[in-house]
């Protein structure tokens, strides 16, 4: 079992940087790949980015490639989201996940066995 909180969300210009946070507690948070999600109102979730158990290597959806970061400190337990050139379609409760899985980089949210609360992300244009 692993619980995660995700933390760093506020309102922000079009144009602007923002760093997401998420804290996992519970044990052996280095076995899982980690991914981070967003969904804005009226719409799917929708997969951001994933980074490897180890931390190697990343993975991005295309909309945000070249704009956001993902890294991990798994000896603080962390998993980060840096986002920069923010625009008004960043906007949508973003929530960071886990999963056992950890063969490849999943972006499907089926396969997430655990989920933090989600954090607000509102990109003003």
């Known amino acids: 079992q692993v619980q995660l909180v995700e933390s760093g969300g506020g309102l922000v210009q079009a144009g602007g940087s923002l760093r997401l946070s998420c804290a996992a507690s519970?044990?052996?948070?280095?076995?899982?790949?980690m991914a981070w999600f967003r969904q804005a109102p009226g719409k799917e979730r929708e997969f951001v980015g994933a980074?490897?158990?180890?931390?190697?290597?990343?993975s991005y959806a295309d909309s945000v490639k070249g704009r956001f970061t993902i890294s991990r400190d798994n000896a603080k337990n962390m998993v980060y989201l840096q986002m920069k050139s923010l625009e008004a379609e960043d906007t949508a409760v973003y929530y960071c996940?886990?999963?056992?899985?950890?063969?490849?980089?999943?972006?499907?949210?089926?396969?997430?066995?655990?989920w933090g609360q989600g954090t607000q992300v509102t990109v003003s244009s």
């Open positions: 980074i490897t158990s180890a931390g190697d290597r990343t």
């Open positions: 996940a886990a999963t056992r899985i950890t063969s490849y980089m999943s972006n499907d949210p089926a396969k997430y066995n655990f």
């Open positions: 519970g044990r052996a948070f280095s076995i899982y790949n």
